[in-house]
């Protein structure tokens, strides 16, 4: 294998690596309700005047949209990267990018059952899943595979 085949490979595992971390750590208190709520009323108060009701549920919807948004990148990372070692395995590495991404939302929704400002909670892995299982399948849609 020559080396820059090698370096790709390697490198390959660099997004959905770090976009995993990022989550990991959105998952901590940084990312808790409590702290994205001022951002989010920050920013609607910029384009409309809604009632503090109304922005709750605003921020609720983008908080779940977040999840689904977070993890159908994730999925899309990990599935660039399986492709990069297996690209005649298509539906083997969309299986694997899928597993992954479910692996980072179990350790996420666990990591918040111990941060004080978090609720680990199933639902949240759900969230997690729709988005994976969106983008997994927008990529066998856009992009058919063959006999896999």
């Given amino acids: 294998m020559n080396s820059s085949r090698l370096i790709q490979q ?5 997004p959905p690596l770090l976009w995993g971390l990022a989550i990991l750590i959105l ?3 940084l990312g808790s309700s409590h702290n994205t709520f001022g951002l989010i009323q920050w ?6 005047d ?14 779940k949209l977040g999840h689904m948004l977070a993890y159908g990148v994730l999925c899309f990372l990990w599935f660039r990267s399986f492709q990069v070692h297996r690209p005649d395995r ?15 939302a179990l350790l996420d929704e666990g990591h918040q059952l111990m941060v004080g ?3 680990g909670s199933l639902m949240d892995v759900g969230w997690d899943m729709a988005g994976a299982g969106l983008t997994a399948g927008l990529i066998l849609a856009l992009k058919p595979g063959r006999g896999n």
């Fill in 10 to 14: 390697v490198s390959s595992w660099c």
């Fill in 27 to 29: 998952s901590g208190d």
């Fill in 43 to 48: 920013l609607i108060s910029r384009v409309a």
């Fill in 50 to 63: 809604l009632s503090a009701g109304q922005i709750a549920a605003l921020h609720g919807a983008m908080r």
């Fill in 90 to 104: 298509r539906g083997f590495c969309l299986f694997l990018a899928v597993l992954c991404s479910l692996a980072v």
């Fill in 117 to 119: 400002t978090r609720r």
